[in-house]
């Protein structure tokens, strides 16, 4: 454990250092370049806004229309069926799409069912092993200007229902 | 497709709104909604200027085209359209390394410049390229080797080993790798094959 929370606090300042060492070393015009290289951040960040709201509006109403639980709750037989608990299935079908509201959910099973239960595991890998995959998309190609996302979210969602179900299977065996 | 979803989500949401009696809580949505994605992209401005100005000085400095070198046989592999002295092999790279160690907030302005190049070599078109869609994949599946915060969230709740989950989350991220890559690779070759 210390040597995990040692990497995670030591990662990024010895990155920093690294990058600031190497650069002077090279004879890099240091700030300058800092400088030259922030300002893409802020075009970045303008650009990623109208994407952003169009798509979290449109989760935001889905959610709170409570389209989402009906959703949750039509699917819970069949995936109880096949041994997936109840209790993760909002995980499960909120991970792709919102990462704060997955965290919550997280934290949330985690709280009520103890850290070291199985849906509390199993959220906690699930976590770890999937990302926001609405949100990549909006993010990335937002920013861009990919306009036509191609096979690219068919291959995302894809690629998240295959890391849920593995997150499943590994925990059941592991635990 | 993209344009679908997003108008049916919303469709669906109103129309469930109107049934359901949640029209007051959809109203509020609409701006919480919008709300918070300004909060998050103006959030987002701060960490885009720190590292994308320190990806610079990598940059400029040759640093990112020393790590791709040491990569290079991976990589080229995943990515055979970039070139490998490529600019845009250092970005995908540092994307990947920065979501290895669940620096979610440093690993996104480096996705995005990934994403930028990865753009310019497709000629500055507005569709996706091959490279894209692996590289979307590769980041969906979240490869990730030390998943902090959810370590920091089993502390909190007094888990008597937090870390105990660093096991199968490793195997997860592992078998979902692949299966991404080998996803993003099945619909390539049907791409082609309908030429």
Known sequence: MEIVSAISLWFIPV?????????????????E??????????KMAVSIMPFLVGMMVAIAVFRASGALDVMVNWLRPGLEMVGIPAEIVPLALIRPISGTAALGITSDLIGVHGPDSFIGTLAATLQGSTDTTFYVLTVYFGAVGIK?????LKVGFLADAVAIITAIIVVAFMF | ???????????????????????????EAV????????????????????WLGMMRIA??????SKLSTLFKPVISKLFPEVPSNHPAMGYILSNMIANM???GNAATPLGIKAMEELKELNDGKNEASRSMITFLAINTASITLIPTTVI???????????TDIVGPTLVATAVSAVAAILIDRFFYYRRSKKG
């Open chain 2, 59 to 64: 940059e400029d400095s040759g640093l990112l």
């Open chain 2, 101 to 103: 160690f669940g620096l």
């Open chain 2, 152 to 162: 920091a969230i089993r502390m909190n709740y007094d888990s008597a080993n937090p």
């Open chain 2, 31 to 50: 701006f919480t909604g919008a709300k918070e994605a300004i909060t998050l992209s103006i959030g987002l401005i701060s960490i885009l200027v720190f």
């Open chain 1, 148 to 152: 036509k996302m191609g096979d690219a």
């Open chain 1, 15 to 31: 990155m920093i250092a690294f990058i600031l060492i190497y650069g002077t070393y090279k004879k890099v015009p240091t700030y």
């Open chain 2, 1 to 27: 497709m993209v344009n679908y979803i997003w108008v049916v989500m919303i469709l669906i949401g109103l129309g469930f709104a109107m049934v359901n009696g949640t029209m007051a809580e959809v109203n």
């Open chain 1, 33 to 42: 370049s800092f400088v030259e290289g922030g300002k893409e951040g802020i």
